[in-house]
T-cell receptor, first 113, second 112 residues
Framework: NAGVTQTPKFQVLKTGQSMTLQCAQD?????MYWYRQDPGMGLRLIYY???????DKGEVPNGYNVSRLNKREFSLRLESAAPSQTSVYFC????????????FGPGTRLTVT | GEDVEQSLFLSVREGDSSVINCTYT??????LYWYKQEPGAGLQLLTY?????DMKQDQRLTVLLNKKDKHLSLRIADTQTGDSAIYFC????????????FGTGTRLTVIP
């Protein structure tokens, strides 16, 4: 997980609260991704960013917003958290949008009560 | 998303071979991947194979692809306790990570 940091590591929210998950990289990669991991469902793509200033929806974008203001950081925001958003969230990087390589962060475990 | 299925659990004895299986439904899948997730960590890409290949070997890892049956397997020779982890297969029709579809993961437990 070297080169990809995620904060916080753990978070508990009440329904309706908001929060931002942060992802930062020092690998100078163009593409960044947010996934969620749920038991028995593998990883699902929430949003991705091919480069600074651009973002696109993935498979499960509802209830989330993202921001890629610079090359280094890609944040995921929950405006009004719901219990269905209890999950482990992973940020990932790739050198470019068509790269086989992908590097994952250590994850953020979020619980919404 | 596409359906990518795996068995949830596998136990093997240290020193034996492990075979982790995966089936997928999308016949246009061109790139198939195996990832490893150790406890408390993110996913790590182990290997990948193109759909025009039948087999790929990398040290203790052997990937077999049966495109006709849409079946992918990962064989780990001489399995060690450090191989205990969750293994995910994933597929895409282009190399980009923005259209990767992951399986549910197989938890491999290596018994000393």
């Amino acid at each position: 997980n070297a080169g990809v940091t995620q904060t916080p590591k753990f978070q508990v929210l009440k329904t309706g609260q908001s929060m931002t998950l942060q992802c930062a990289q020092d690998m100078n990669h163009n593409s960044m991704y947010w996934y969620r991991q749920d038991p028995g469902m593998g990883l699902r793509l929430i949003y991705y960013s091919a480069s600074e200033g651009t973002t696109d929806k993935g498979e499960v974008p509802n209830g989330y917003n993202v921001s890629r203001l610079n090359k280094r950081e890609f944040s995921l925001r929950l405006e009004s958290a719901a219990p269905s958003q209890t999950s482990v969230y992973f940020c990932a990087l790739a050198p470019s949008g068509n790269s086989y390589e992908q590097y994952f962060g250590p994850g953020t475990r979020l619980t919404v009560t | 998303g596409e359906d990518v299925e795996q068995s949830l659990f596998l136990s093997v004895r240290e020193g034996d071979s492990s075979v982790i299986n995966c089936t997928y439904t999308d016949s246009s899948s061109t790139y198939l991947y195996w990832y490893k997730q150790e406890p408390g960590a993110g996913l790590q890409l182990l290997t990948y194979i193109f759909s025009n290949m039948d087999m790929k070997q990398d040290q203790r890892l052997t990937v077999l692809l049966n495109k006709k049956d849409k079946h992918l397997s990962l064989r780990i020779a001489d399995t060690q306790t450090g191989d205990s982890a969750i293994y995910f297969c994933a597929e895409s029709w282009t190399p980009g990570a923005n259209n990767l579809f992951f399986g549910t993961g197989t938890r491999l437990t290596v018994i000393p």
